[in-house]
């Protein structure tokens, strides 16, 4: 429902192991996440509360005042507002947005409308409002939405249907601009359908199916179209009853009922399904998941979970995970109550258990469960868990030069590096309003390097009246060095709606950039204007120069663009043009872009800014380029064309003229590309209709992807495109083909030619060898790739997957490989490529160095020499302003010295300079300017020819 500035979907998670009748309105052990409620331990008397908005987003609430209006006090930086009222036994939820949520108390139940803890209703700041309606049963029959554009009361509906055992059997989405639903045009739906008593593939109440369906808008009556079927199988025995055992997409649900020739699935055995099947899992008897295997059978996995208690502190491990994958390598994870990682560990299949060959990650988190420091895996030594778990652990950070106890061994515990490996801190504010925020986000190299602060934020706090607290960013400064004050890249100042409390108005303040960085000294700053969903309507830039935006809110859509408005043109906007704004001078060329939709949002016609065209008959016409798209949903397809259109004198559309050719492209059940083509409409008259027909005969070009199991097997190229059919291999068409490995790498290309592409990968999906060739018994190999992190050496396998070393072979001999090595700083920046010797020897390397904020400033480029004196080819350095732009650069180049000639050559300073909204100005433009000399000299040095040339 994205009308109005009030979101609401119908989201479902499936969960195994949870407790059956939790929810359950979309089958067993499948919750609607999306139904916010209010949930407590003891309804009578609720101390505790907790506000369940979707998916993870959980407000827990203590109480901290009592009476007729108790008041509640939020956990963990909870910054809402929660208040109960006893008359009418409802809850008040103040959000931080400005939104107002109403929830059902709990004892006694007054409202009986509305289920114990159930949503009532929903307003915002702007007049958006929302409504649950329930039955006598309780179950929920719709949600309203109701919004005002342009003056236009809009309704929204999502309608629920149920079945007599309390499933959701349909959801459909309706607008309308009545508030009876039965008066709205019915958009989109969604049908389920559930296994019964006689289900040999699920229990009764597990869900079956689910088919998306989307109202044909060309049909007469009401007619729906279907856009995918997923579809799933369960065990039935008691100790597993209901765990999930096959999960066909669309694709493979498409698939199955094709080559079986079926139109009921259930009709086959499990045996036929495994082979269409994207998902598959086995199950132990304790419901926890053992096994998943992927793509019909291809890929296998096998998982192992434990679970050690549970603890609200978030650096606490309460469940671990181990995954073996299909080559061997293992995940293994430690994780909180939350689902969020503390500590991942990939380990090879040939891995010892040294950590040089394996890649990790280790988290620590703040109280509200925000990510405090990201530890990488160069910077970890090794960790241990504890020798004997007995319930959730916390991993104890030591150094790996602390020396430790036999209780500190005994602990769980992971050592980090003292000086090697990069570390990543974000600092949040202590002020109540800013605990959720990041005031400052750091580096450090090892556990014993010295914090470097890479940005700094501050905020500004706006307090609504009597609501709740509304934090925006003030500043922000950005640190180039590593040591000195910060640089000020912006800094922003806010107006608010007196009537709403909702952002209106920001201004940006930028710095201003100096002569010396090839600026115009002069500070600059923009001012955007938003509606009550945070859309930007209108925009200044730093010139003054005005863009508009308009949009439709029963889509979410935006509907028009104007640049460089003219503020006169007042018929144009839907909204006031802000006071004080007027065009600047020489400005107001208003290029009006228009954007039409269909009833689901997608873009099906784009007019641009009006021009002054000559027609055919030599007469002056007005006129707007046009792009048309078209979605035929009954065959999957998508067409685009782009013309104009022709304005008569009133600027309504007079005429649409169509530009060959028309582009075509059929996707799969799941949005694959399967076709593109391009084909010639052989009329030009009128736009581009969905009633239009193109037969082969109209194909200009032609492009086939074949997919066999869920993978692109090959792509058909046509060259020679025949009149029915799919024509002839060499005949017709150029056909490429694709293999892959047992992860489903694409690890083969096999071009029209013959010629056989093969790339190896490691553990880590870098690709560590390719070869060439016409057979597989005479592939050469045309590369290697040995890879590292940056303190390893260059010939081995290190933590970090960094390439250290290509070698490419130029033949089938080794002492003809050109070798490429690469090295990388502390911080895993690349600063050192020493390139391929050429057929002479002769080999050049590359320097780069970087500032605090991981921009280049300095590379330079060196010849390599054996005695050790090498020599400066190349000097290249780059500035940049206090906007972080590139603000100048200056180039020198040498060429060294020979025994009978010398020639020395430079690039002087090459220049930019950008205007106040920092494009490159047109009257400065890079300058270089170029002076060589040459001097040619006897072997007795006596000079006999000079030569001196410069050139602008």
């Known amino acids: 429902m994205p009308g109005g500035d009030i979101d609401w979907v119908h989201k479902r998670s499936y969960d195994n192991l949870a407790d059956i009748g939790l929810d359950e309105l979309n089958g067993n052990h499948?919750?609607?996440v999306s139904l916010p409620l209010v949930l407590t331990l003891s309804p009578s008397d609720p101390e505790i509360?907790?506000?369940?908005?979707?998916?993870?987003?959980?407000?827990?609430?203590?109480?901290?005042?009592?009476?007729?209006?108790?008041?509640?006090?939020?956990?963990?930086?909870?910054?809402?507002?929660?208040?109960?009222?006893?008359?009418?036994q409802t809850y008040t939820l103040l959000r931080n947005n400005g939104q107002t949520w109403s929830f059902q108390g709990?004892?006694?139940?007054?409202?009986?409308?509305?289920?114990?803890?159930?949503?009532?209703?929903?307003?915002?700041?702007?007049?958006?409002?929302?409504?649950?309606?329930?039955?006598?049963?309780?179950?929920?029959?719709?949600?309203?939405?109701t919004y005002t554009e342009n003056g236009v009361a809009h309704h929204e509906f999502l309608a629920y249907q149920f079945s007599e055992s309390g499933k959701i059997t349909a959801l459909t989405l309706l607008r309308g601009v009545s508030a009876s639903v039965s008066e709205a045009t019915p958009i989109q739906r969604v049908l389920y359908t559930y296994y019964d008593d006689s289900g040999i593939h699920g229990s009764v109440g597990d869900l079956r199916s689910v088919t998306t369906q989307r109202k044909d808008e060309t049909a007469e009556t009401e007619t729906w179209l279907d856009t995918g079927t997923t579809y799933f199988r369960y065990y039935t025995d008691d100790s597993i009853q209901s765990c999930m055992k096959y999960l066909c997409t669309p694709n493979d649900y498409a698939r199955l009922c094709t080559a079986q020739n079926i139109t009921d699935p259930d009709s086959v055995e499990d045996s036929v399904v495994a082979g269409y099947a994207s998902k598959y899992f086995e199950f132990e008897t304790n419901r926890q998941a053992v096994k998943e295997v992927l793509d019909g059978g291809v890929r296998h996995f096998e998982v192992e979970f434990t679970t050690y208690g549970d603890s609200t502190d978030a650096n606490t491990v309460c469940q671990k995970s181990e995954e073996i994958r299909p080559d061997g390598s293992r995940c293994v994870v430690y994780s909180n109550r939350y689902g969020s990682v503390i500590l991942r560990d990939s380990i090879p299949a040939t891995s010892a258990n040294s950590t040089e060959t394996r890649m990790m990650e280790f988290n620590t988190f703040t109280n509200s469960g925000l990510i405090a420091r990201q530890y990488t895996s160069e910077s970890i030594h090794l960790y241990s868990p504890p020798?004997?778990?007995?319930?959730?652990?916390?991993f104890a950070i030591h150094t790996n030069g602390d020396t430790l106890t036999d209780e500190e061994q005994a602990n769980a515990y992971i050592l980090i590096r003292q000086n090697e490996g990069r570390i990543d801190a974000n600092i949040y504010g202590t002020a109540d309003h800013l605990l959720n925020h990041v005031i400052r986000r750091q580096i450090q190299i090892g556990a014993s390097g010295n914090p470097i602060t890479i940005e700094e934020t501050d905020y500004t706090a706006h307090m609504r009246t009597g609501k709740s607290v509304e934090v925006l960013p003030a500043a922000v400064r950005r640190f180039p060095e590593t040591t000195g004050s910060g640089i000020t890249s912006a800094t922003y100042s806010y107006i608010f709606d007196s009537a709403t409390d909702l952002m209106v108005q920001r201004t940006t303040s930028l710095p201003a950039v100096s002569a010396a960085e090839n600026g115009d000294g002069a500070a600059v700053s923009t001012v955007e204007r938003f509606d009550r969903k945070g859309r930007r309507i209108w925009y200044k830039d730093e010139l003054g120069m005005i863009s508009y935006s308009a949009y439709n809110d029963q889509k979410g859509v935006m509907i028009r663009n104007i640049v460089d408005v003219d503020t006169t043109k007042t018929g144009d906007f839907s909204t006031v043009v802000p006071s004080g704004w007027s065009t600047i001078s020489g400005g107001g060329k208003h290029l009006i872009t228009d954007y039409d939709h269909d009833e689901s949002g997608r873009v099906i016609r784009t007019l641009g800014p009006k021009n002054m065209t000559v027609s055919s008959d030599n007469t002056v016409q007005a006129t707007r380029p046009a792009h048309w798209t078209v979605y035929d949903d009954v065959y999957r397809e998508t067409r685009g064309a782009s013309g104009y259109v022709v304005l008569n004198s009133d600027g309504n559309i007079a005429s649409s003229v169509l530009v060959n050719p028309v582009s075509i492209t059929k996707y799969d059940w799941e949005g694959n590309t399967v076709e593109q083509i391009t084909a010639s409409r052989v009329s030009t008259s009128g736009e581009l209709l969905i009633t239009d027909t193109f037969d082969q005969t109209s194909y200009i070009s032609w492009q086939k992807t074949i997919y066999t199991d869920r993978l692109i097997s090959a792509t058909r190229q046509y060259f020679l495109i025949p009149a029915v059919g799919d024509g002839t291999k060499d005949v017709h068409y150029h056909e490429t083909l694709y293999g892959y490995d047992t992860q489903l790498r694409r690890i083969r290309t096999t071009s029209p030619d013959g010629t056989i592409r093969k790339v190896v990968y490691d553990w880590r999906n870098n690709v560590i060898e390719s070869w060439i060739g016409t057979t597989d018994t005479n592939l050469m190999k045309e590369s290697d790739a040995i890879y590292g992190g940056p303190s390893t050496c260059a010939t081995c396998a290190g933590t970090q997957d960094k390439l250290r070393v290509r070698t490419r072979y130029v033949d089938e001999s080794s002492t003809t490989a050109r070798v490429t090595e690469y090295e990388y700083d502390s911080r895993g920046r690349q600063i050192h490529i020493h390139h391929e010797s050429d057929a002479d020897g002769n080999a050049t390397y590359t320097k780069t160095t970087y500032d605090n904020l991981d921009r280049p400033t300095l590379v330079e480029r060196y010849l390599w020499n054996e005695s050790g004196v090498d020599r400066l080819l190349s000097h290249v350095q780059q500035y940049y302003n206090g906007r972080g732009q590139f603000g100048k650069r200056f180039i020198r180049s040498w060429i060294h010295r020979q025994v009978r000639s010398m020639a020395r050559w430079k690039v002087s300073p090459g220049m930019t300079q950008r205007d106040a909204v920092s494009r490159l100005s047109p009257l400065v433009k890079t300058r270089v300017v170029i002076r060589y000399t040459t001097r040619l000299a006897e072997w007795s040095g006596r000079i006999r020819r000079w030569r001196q040339r410069t050139e602008m």
């Open 30 to 32: 499948w919750d609607v």
């Open 387 to 394: 020798t004997t778990i007995t319930g959730p652990f916390v």
């Open 106 to 145: 709990f004892f006694p139940l007054i409202n009986t409308t509305h289920p114990a803890g159930s949503l009532i209703s929903v307003t915002s700041p702007s007049g958006s409002a929302l409504a649950t309606e329930y039955d006598d049963s309780g179950a929920l029959v719709r949600v309203h939405k």
């Open 49 to 88: 509360i907790q506000v369940s908005l979707g998916f993870r987003e959980v407000l827990t609430f203590d109480r901290a005042t009592s009476g007729n209006q108790v008041t509640y006090t939020g956990r963990d930086q909870v910054t809402d507002q929660l208040l109960f009222n006893a008359a009418d």
